[in-house]
């Protein structure tokens, strides 16, 4: 410590010794600049005077006294200046020579501080590495704390619950103690019981004997009355089919009965395809034509195929008359008045073309007049328009009550 306190002591010397050299230095280069800016003034002084008339000589002599003295003190500040150079020169050498002694003990001392850094830099790092395996040594145990504190929690709980159970199994095993002392006791009752129940047991087999004997007579007499039973079931198969034969025969009569009641009603009408149809002879609105339709029992014709399009033109030769065909409900999707899909049609040239005005159909079998333009088919038409029109009853209809 205290060879540390005595360097920085030389070092404090060191630097007020070269501070009072620069100081030195600075002060005889300010003497040597005062010095050539007073030679200066001179020369400028002296070659003025030579321009100047006679009339300004006294002046002059002063101006040259002036100066004269001026270089006076300048050479004595020459002198003083070199003599404190001189004086500082050899206070600089006797420094430089305790400088030097003084150096080669800090270049020792360095030396040495420098031995001393590398042994602790050296045992910094083992220190470091030390401090590195303890860290990782600590945690390792801390992972092993954790692990052991968790075990023992484990431990704690399994030692709870066989703690619960032990205490369960206490309360089983008093309650069972319990049951067989009861089960002994109505083990014993029951022995009793068995020993009467024996006795009506054996009084029981006897009076099964005289049971088994009675069942066998019953059993012979079900036999026999079993043999009768399905003789009077097949008697009565046979009267049933004879009661359901003629209800039928009976049915179909009045069937055929009803049918005639009907034909002759429907006079006027044509039978055709097991269907009777109906032509009018004046001409009403569509929706007029189908009420008178069904106020008879039928409804405005479903044609379903060729065949019965061709009866159609028979029977109504020149005349235009209403068919069961509309899209009053939705625009161009065309519909039979039982509420069935058209599937196939036999439409006049460019029809149906009357849009959203023109929702019924009517059947042209002549080409007559030039509202139909000479064509032959279906066409759509206003439905508040009058024509004749062909009623269709199934003879189904007829059958049916």
């Known amino acids: 410590m205290s060879g540390l306190v005595n360097d920085g002591m030389d070092k404090v010397s060191m630097m007020e010794s070269e501070d009072r050299i620069e100081k030195t230095v600075d002060i005889y280069v300010s003497a040597e600049a005062v010095r050539d800016m007073k030679y200066k003034k001179d020369t400028e002084d002296f070659n003025t005077s030579k321009t100047q008339t006679p009339q300004h000589t ?42 030097t002694e003084e150096r080669d003990q800090l270049l020792n001392k360095i030396s040495n501080i420098t031995e001393e ?125 004879e009661r359901d034969q003629l209800i039928f025969k009976n049915e179909n009569l009045t069937n055929e009965r009803d049918l005639r009641n009907e034909l002759q009603i429907c006079a006027g009408w044509t039978f055709y395809q097991s269907s009777l149809y109906y032509i009018s002879n004046e001409t009403k609105n569509w929706t007029e034509s189908r009420r008178y339709c069904t106020e ?66 009517v059947t042209v079998a002549v080409p007559i007049s030039k509202d139909w333009q000479n064509l032959v088919g279906w066409h759509d038409a206003a439905c508040n328009k009058a024509y004749q029109w062909i009623c269709e009853k199934r003879i189904v209809q007829l059958l049916l009550p």
């Open 58 to 99: 006294g002046s002059d002599c002063v101006r040259i006294r002036s100066s004269r003295a001026a270089l006076v003190c300048l050479v004595l500040l020459c002198v003083l200046l070199l003599t404190a150079v001189i004086v500082l020169c050899v206070h600089i050498h006797t420094k430089s020579t305790n400088y």
């Open 117 to 241: 850094r590398d042994q602790l830099t050296s045992k910094n790092e083992n220190l470091t590495n030390e401090r590195v395996q303890l860290i990782f040594k600590n945690k390792n145990l801390t992972n092993e704390r954790d692990q052991i504190i968790f075990k023992n929690e484990n431990l704690t709980n399994e030692r709870d619950q066989l703690i619960f159970k032990n205490k369960n199994l206490t309360n089983e095993r008093d309650q069972i103690i319990f049951k067989n002392e009861n089960l002994t006791n109505e083990r014993d009752q029951l022995i009793f019981k068995n020993k009467n129940l024996t006795n009506e047991r054996d009084q029981l087999i006897f009076k099964n004997k005289n049971l088994t004997n009675e069942r066998d007579q019953l059993i012979f007499k079900n036999e026999n009355l079993t043999i009768e039973r399905d003789q009077l079931i097949m008697k009565n198969k046979n009267l049933t089919n």
């Open 296 to 361: 008879r029992g039928a409804d405005l014709i479903i044609i379903n195929n060729r065949e019965e399009h061709d009866f159609v033109k028979n029977i109504s030769g020149a005349a235009v008359v209403w068919i069961g065909l509309t899209d009053i409900d939705v625009e161009k999707t065309w519909k039979w008045v039982d509420g069935s899909n058209m599937t196939s049609g036999f439409w006049a040239y460019k029809e149906p073309g009357g849009g959203r005005e023109e929702n019924c159909v």
